[in-house]
């Protein structure tokens, strides 16, 4: 069978007809075979039939039957192929005397040819010769070639073999009864015989098929073990040959490692009788001393260096020290109401000198037992010794949203301990800028004041207003101007406080958060535009606020600050007055009392 029909699949427009051929084709016997090598199909043809042996042919010409096969087979690509390569044992003088004919006769004469075998044996030959794909015999089936036409011209191929073979019959008379002619009544006895010798020749063939297949298998079994072998005796020769290689080589290295031997031995034996230089005496002896001088000034260097470092025991002892107090400074700012500004001093030394401890060369073998990470315990030690300073503040929230993140994780088996203690600090922080409030709370008593802008936002009022809002003025008013952070240290700050300020512009229909710069720049974040002025140019954050606000004509505006000129000059101008440390904790999400 050719490769390309098992390759190909059912054609869609194959007619009812050539199913109902290649069914009738096929004799009793092979059909019983079939359906006994093939459950399912046995199943779905027959199923609601009692099928007796006898009967099996009749069966088979039932309208319901023909109906369940010819679906069966559409439907099973392998199924049509190995009814196909049945059909052609059968059917083997139909698909014998298509292959002998040549390819351009097949073309030329397929009308011809296809009327004379019949539509549905024709392309079921094609199919087993493998011509079925070719382009030429696809278009041979067209509408009209299920149609079978009876004419004189169907005899035209065949003619010029019935000429040459009565011309053989008169040379040779005794093959006239080779092929006996037919009579109209024994047309079908004939046609029962050819294909009875048919299939007779079918199983011949199969059998010989079988035992060429075998010998074959074997063939191929005997020259796959050859070629093992083949290459099993290569890869021993090339074992061999590499075993030579390296037992040469061996060889070659042992003897080298002979001659040096001999030769150092040799050697040995002829110094023994050189005469000695007491020069080189004399310069070895001064060797030594010079080395052992060198040795004894580079221990007086260890004991100098041990005395400005010292020792791993010293050091870690004083580590331990030192640990020991700031873990009581801890307590102390844990649970003492007031902290001593003493306390305080001495905690910033403390860790002072123990950076610089931790800085000592050598320092990883006094820490070598210390564990690396930093633990629960570790973390509330340093949130204890923060500062209530209004810069830690951010760093304190960030810590409680993160510790929040963390237990939800289940990150923190114990979160509570470490809460609190972030709590205290809050209230800590809280509680010195309730204290630096506290002391200007009354220094603008004729100025309508936003006390609590967290009810402003409840009731979204404060969506009506722009907010203005001095952001140094801010900055140095809550950190107090006396000790105002270096430079690096407010630039955090700054950015900090810009974003807690963008997180709350959504309530609000615009804020403007103005600070002092270098150069006139502008950024948009949200609702919130911050920008800063030129001062080389004379543009200081206070004039901008100030002509701004006044070339408003609604009042519908808020100001942060604590600058008097800015106060006095938009005064008549803003809806109210917001206090640095109510808007600074607002942002920060911090409550703020009622009353002050």
């Not at 004419?151 to 009565?166: D, G, H, K, Q």
């Amino acid at each position: 069978m050719p490769d390309d029909l098992r390759a190909g699949g059912v054609p869609p427009t194959l007619p009812a007809s050539f199913f109902e051929g290649l069914i009738k084709d096929l004799s009793v016997e092979t059909w019983g075979e079939l359906l006994r090598s093939n459950p399912t199909l046995k199943a779905t043809v027959l199923e609601g039939f009692t099928v007796p042996a006898n009967k099996l042919n009749r069966i088979l010409r039932h309208p319901q039957i023909m109906a369940r096969l010819q679906r069966f087979i559409r439907s099973d690509e392998a199924l049509l192929n190995d009814i196909l390569l049945l059909w052609a044992q059968e059917q083997l003088t139909t698909v014998a005397f298509l292959e002998m004919l040549d390819r351009d006769f097949l073309l030329d004469n397929r009308q011809s040819l296809k009327n004379f075998i019949g539509p549905e044996r024709f392309y079921a030959a094609l199919t087993i010769l493998g011509y079925r794909d070719e382009a030429e015999f696809q278009e041979l089936v067209d509408e009209d070639f299920w149609e079978r036409r009876i004419e004189s011209e169907l005899v035209v191929p065949i003619t010029p073999f019935w000429a040459l073979w009565l011309e053989f019959v008169q040379q040779f008379p005794q093959a006239a009864h080779w092929l006996p002619p037919i009579k109209p009544g024994e047309e079908g006895a004939a046609v029962d015989r050819r294909h009875g010798e048919a299939r007779g020749q079918a199983r011949q063939l199969r059998e010989l098929d079988e035992r060429c297949a075998k010998l074959q298998a074997k063939l191929n079994k005997t020259e796959e073990e050859k070629s093992q072998l083949q290459q099993e005796l290569l890869r021993v020769r090339k074992e061999q040959e590499e075993l030579r290689a390296r037992l040469v080589e061996q060889e070659e290295q042992q003897a080298e490692q002979r001659q040096k031997a001999v030769a150092g031995l040799r050697r040995e034996w002829f110094k023994r009788y050189e005469p000695v230089d007491d020069r080189v005496l004399g310069e070895a002896d001064g060797s030594l001393e010079s080395v052992l001088r060198r040795t004894e000034q580079a221990f007086a260097l260890q004991r100098r260096a041990d005395e400005k470092y010292g020792l791993v025991a010293a050091v870690r002892q004083k580590l331990i020290q030192v640990d020991l107090y700031l873990r009581e400074i801890e307590r102390i700012h844990a649970e003492s109401l007031v902290v001593h500004s003493a306390v305080t001093r001495s905690k910033e030394a403390l860790l002072q000198a123990k950076e610089q401890l931790l800085k000592l060369p050598g320092i990883d073998k006094v820490l070598r037992f210390e564990p690396p990470s930093c633990t629960v315990t570790d973390l509330s030690r340093q949130i204890r010794l923060l500062e209530a300073l209004p810069e830690n503040l951010p760093r304190v929230m960030e810590l409680h949203t993160l510790l929040g993140r963390l237990a939800e994780l289940g990150l923190i088996s114990d979160p509570q301990a470490i809460l609190e203690d972030v709590e205290h600090k809050k209230r800590q922080i809280m509680e010195h800028l309730y204290a630096q409030s506290e002391v200007r709370h009354d220094r603008w008593p004729e100025l309508r004041r936003a006390e609590n802008l967290d009810d402003l936002v409840k009731t979204r009022e404060s969506k009506r207003y722009d907010l203005f809002v001095d952001g140094y003025n801010i900055l140095l008013t809550v950190h107090g101007k006396s000790q105002a952070p270096a430079a690096a240290v407010l630039s955090a700050v700054r950015e900090q406080f810009t974003a807690a300020v963008v997180r709350k512009s959504q309530h609000f229909r615009k804020i403007y958060l103005v600070f002092d710069g270098r150069q006139d720049s502008r950024d948009r974040q949200g609702n919130t535009e911050i920008i800063f002025t030129d001062k080389n140019l004379g543009t200081t954050a206070d004039a901008y606020i100030i002509e701004t606000v006044r070339q408003r004509k609604d009042r519908l505006v808020l100001i942060a600050t604590a600058d008097r000129e800015i106060i006095e000059a938009v005064a008549d101008r803003i809806y109210a007055l917001v206090d640095p440390y109510h808007f600074y904790l607002f942002v920060h999400d911090m409550p703020f009392p009622e009353l002050m």
